[in-house]
C-alpha cells in the first residue's frame, strides 16, 4: 500500500513510521528498503483485501497519472461486509484497476461484478512472450485477421486468442493492455507507445481500440470515458444487426430459383417438404 493514517492523515510510507491501514484499521509498518519500492505493510498476518498485490514501480508510475486522493479508496461490498481497495476511484466513480499478475477468472469476475463502471489496466509485459505475440499479430504476421474499421483507430480482430493473454477475453468491461512495461524492451516499431482497448465482445469477433496514453489519462479524468465507451458498444451492436440481417438475406436469396417465360425472369421459389 502506498498510503496509511497517521493521526487521520493519509501518509505515504517513511523509515521508522507506523500507522493503521486505510481499509481493515489495523496496524501497519514503513517497509523503506532498497531493493522495493517504499510501501506500507501489515505488522501481522491478515485478510485486509484478497483481492490485493504487491506493488510494482508499474502500478506506482499508472497512478501517479491521477490525484493522491482518488488513489487507494476503500469502498464496502454491502452484501459481504468485505471491504475493497480500489487502485484508482475517479470523481466520476469509475475505477481503474492495475493488474501485473496472474488473475483467476473468478475473482475477476467478482471485482468486474462489484466495480461494475471499471476498467482494467493490465502490465503486457508480465510474461516474456506476450508482446512478441502481439506484435507478430498485430503486424498481420499471424492469423488473427486484424482489420481496419470505418472509424479511425479501431480494428475488428477475429481471433482475439491470438493477440492476448485468453485470462482477458472474456471480460464484461474494458481492458487495456499496456505493452510498455518498465521501457526495457526494444521498440522498433513504436507499437509500444500506444495502449490497446480490448471492448467486451459483441457479436462474432473482438474489437480493439489503439489510443494513446494522454488520451486515455484525459478521458478518465474529465468523465468522458465511460460515456465514449458506451457510444463505442452501442455502435458496435448496430454494425453486428445489420450484418446479421444482411446474412440472413443471403441466406436467403440463396434458396431462390430463377425462371424464365419467352425471356422475361420469373422469380420462383424452391418449397421443400420433409416426410414425416
Not at 16 to 26: A, D, E, F, R
Not at 75 to 89: F, M, N, V
Not at 132 to 141: G, I
Not at 233 to 259: A, G
Request: aromatic fraction near 12%; hydrophobic fraction near 30%.
Amino acid at each position: 500500500m502506498r498510503f496509511a493514517l497517521i493521526d487521520n492523515n493519509r501518509t505515504e510510507a517513511q523509515p521508522k513510521l507506523n500507522g493503521l491501514c486505510c481499509c481493515c484499521s489495523k496496524p501497519v509498518i514503513a517497509k523503506c528498503g532498497t531493493r522495493k519500492i517504499w510501501h506500507w505493510a501489515h505488522k501481522s498476518k491478515t485478510d485486509c483485501d484478497n483481492w490485493w498485490e504487491p506493488e510494482t514501480e508499474w502500478h506506482r508510475t499508472w497512478k501517479n497519472n491521477y490525484p493522491s486522493d482518488w488513489q487507494e479508496i476503500s469502498l464496502l461490498d454491502i452484501s459481504t461486509k468485505e471491504k475493497h481497495i480500489a487502485d484508482i476511484r475517479t470523481n466520476h466513480s469509475l475505477v481503474i484497476e492495475f493488474q501485473h499478475s496472474n488473475i483467476n477468472p473468478q475473482e475477476r469476475i467478482s471485482r468486474e461484478r462489484f466495480y461494475k463502471n471499471m476498467v482494467w489496466i493490465v502490465d503486457g509485459t508480465r510474461l516474456k512472450r506476450d508482446y512478441p505475440r502481439f506484435l507478430k499479430e498485430w503486424k498481420r504476421d499471424g492469423i488473427s485477421e486484424v482489420r481496419h474499421t470505418e472509424k479511425s483507430g479501431i480494428f475488428e480482430v477475429w481471433f482475439p486468442e491470438f493477440c492476448f493473454p485468453e485470462a482477458w477475453l472474456k471480460s464484461s468491461v474494458p481492458v487495456i493492455f499496456d505493452f510498455l512495461g518498465d521501457g526495457s524492451i526494444i521498440d522498433s516499431e513504436g507499437l509500444r507507445n500506444n495502449l490497446y482497448c480490448l471492448f467486451p465482445q459483441v457479436g462474432s469477433h473482438a474489437r480493439v481500440a489503439e489510443i494513446s496514453r494522454k488520451a486515455f489519462i484525459n478521458t478518465t479524468t474529465n468523465g468522458e470515458w465511460t460515456i465514449r465507451v458506451q457510444e463505442f458498444i452501442n455502435e458496435f451492436r448496430k454494425q453486428d444487426q445489420i450484418k446479421e440481417r444482411e446474412n440472413r438475406q443471403t441466406i436467403y436469396s440463396s434458396n431462390r430459383r430463377m425462371y424464365s417465360w419467352r425471356g422475361i425472369p420469373i422469380i420462383g421459389y424452391r418449397k421443400r417438404r420433409r416426410r414425416l
